[in-house]
């Protein structure tokens, strides 16, 4: 089994900037995509940024440019840099992780953003 941990949430103002953590731990024997996803209220949850085991990203156009996913493979961690963050930004996060051909997906960690 494979236990997901986010840190980094919280209240900031427009324009500031937050980094979610997300820390991997169990037994990883593979490991494969990891990211981050987010459900703000009253929506469906949405891809905001994923990267592959070897490093290619991909981003949602919302956060292009504003936003950088990153990850330590010696960690199994993957890291959100969230700059110019937007009242729109508010949501909880959740980062996923495909360990050892499965899908786990962490609690959530709320991000709210203040105008």
């Known amino acids: 089994q494979v236990q997901l941990m986010e840190s980094g949430g919280g209240l900031v103002q427009a324009g500031g900037s937050l980094r979610l953590s997300c820390a991997a731990s169990?037994?990883?024997?593979?490991?494969?995509?990891m990211g981050w996803y987010r459900r703000a209220p009253g929506k469906q949850r949405e891809l905001v940024a994923r990267?592959?085991?070897?490093?290619?990203?991909n981003y949602a156009d919302s956060v292009k440019g504003r936003f950088t996913i990153s990850r330590d493979n010696a960690k199994n961690t993957v890291y959100l840099e969230m700059n110019s963050l937007k009242p729109e930004d508010t949501a909880v996060y959740y980062c996923?992780?495909?360990?050892?051909?499965?899908?786990?997906w962490g609690q959530g960690t709320q991000v709210t953003v203040s105008s």
């Open positions: 169990g037994t990883i024997r593979s490991t494969n995509a």
């Open positions: 996923l992780g495909v360990f050892n051909y499965r899908e786990y």
């Open positions: 990267v592959s085991s070897v490093g290619n990203t």
